[in-house]
């Protein structure tokens, strides 16, 4: 898929998320786990796309991405690696002055905070997501904080 994609419209504009150890519909971490990862972001390293987008699940109740993998897929892919999954802005700065990624992305906070960057920068309390809201249709939730 990847290839195709490159194909299309060029690796510099292919970014790739991945979820290992994902929990969604049952999927349970199987014991090759990190071996995975670490192939499919070798192959995707000499593809030459331009960023890898990591989330770790734990904090929505799925089991933790082991540092150990994360730390590989740093080593190994070359191009923007982006963290994400339960950050806030102490904990995103912490990884990026460790160097655990380039860049880190944030969902929940995002949904509720539509001026999430201005919050950010002038340590605005941020607003709460209401959980009932995700997943449902309809604007409540998404267009309404
Ligand atoms: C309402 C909602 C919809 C989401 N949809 C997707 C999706 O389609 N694909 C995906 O990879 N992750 C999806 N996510 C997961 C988020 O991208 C993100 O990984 C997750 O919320 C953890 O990051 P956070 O702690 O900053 O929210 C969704 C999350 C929420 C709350």
Redesign the pocket.
């Given at each position: 898929m990847a290839k195709a994609c490159i194909k299309a419209i060029g690796a510099d504009r292919i970014g790739m998320?991945l979820?290992p150890y994902g929990a969604f519909n049952g999927m349970v971490p199987d014991a090759d786990m990190n071996v995975l990862y670490e192939k499919l972001t070798t192959e995707l390293n000499k593809l030459g796309i331009a960023y890898v987008h990591i989330?770790d699940?734990s904090?929505?109740g799925a089991p933790p991405v082991s540092p150990e993998l994360k730390d590989s897929i740093r080593k190994i892919f070359k191009g923007t690696y982006i963290l994400?999954?339960?950050?806030d802005l102490n904990r995103a700065n912490a990884d990026l002055a460790a160097n655990k990624g380039d860049l880190v992305?944030?969902?929940?906070?995002f949904?509720s905070n539509p001026d999430l960057v201005e919050k950010l920068k002038t340590g605005t309390p941020l607003a709460t997501p209401d959980m009932s809201t995700?997943?449902t249709p309809g604007e409540k939730g998404y267009t309404d904080y």
């Open positions: 998320r979820s989330v699940h904090s929505m994400s999954g339960g950050y992305a944030f969902g929940r906070p949904i995700f997943y």
